[in-house]
Nanobody, 123 residues
Framework: QAQLVESGGGSVEAGGSLRLSCAHS????MGWIRQAPGKEQEGVAA???????NYADSVKGRFTISQDNVKKILYLQMDSLKPEDTATYYC?????????????????????WGKGTQVTVSS
């Protein structure tokens, strides 16, 4: 059974930074999905087994996804945070590559999800 445990969420002022972490059991195809109150799920970033990455247009240049395969931890470094980044962020994983087009179209596509961590950005 997949185990994905997020940490690192919190409250920050606009322009600040946070780093989310996700301890996992060894998946190579992973990502971050977020959901703001009253809004649909949104694919934020994804990383494949070969290290290639994809980002939502709304976070490009501000967020960085990375993975430590030895420690089995997925990261999301979030800089220049904006109030519209406020959401619950979910760590997601799958045994196979999920096309980014599927992630952006559905706001999901992954089989395994963490419980989520709250990020709140105040103006």
């Amino acid at each position: 059974q997949a185990q994905l445990v997020e940490s690192g969420g919190g409250s920050v002022e606009a322009g600040g930074s946070l780093r989310l972490s996700c301890a996992h059991s060894g998946y190579l195809y992973m990502g971050w999905i977020r959901q703001a109150p009253g809004k649909e799920q949104e694919g934020v970033a994804a990383i494949d087994a070969d290290g290639s990455t994809n980002y939502a247009d709304s976070v490009k240049g501000r967020f960085t996804i990375s993975q430590d395969n030895v420690k089995k931890i997925l990261y999301l470094q979030m800089d220049s945070l904006k109030p519209e980044d406020t959401a619950t962020y979910y760590c997601v994983a799958d045994a196979e590559r999920i096309p980014w087009a599927v992630v952006t179209a559905t706001g999901g596509g992954y089989n395994y999800w963490g419980k989520g961590t709250q990020v709140t950005v105040s103006s």
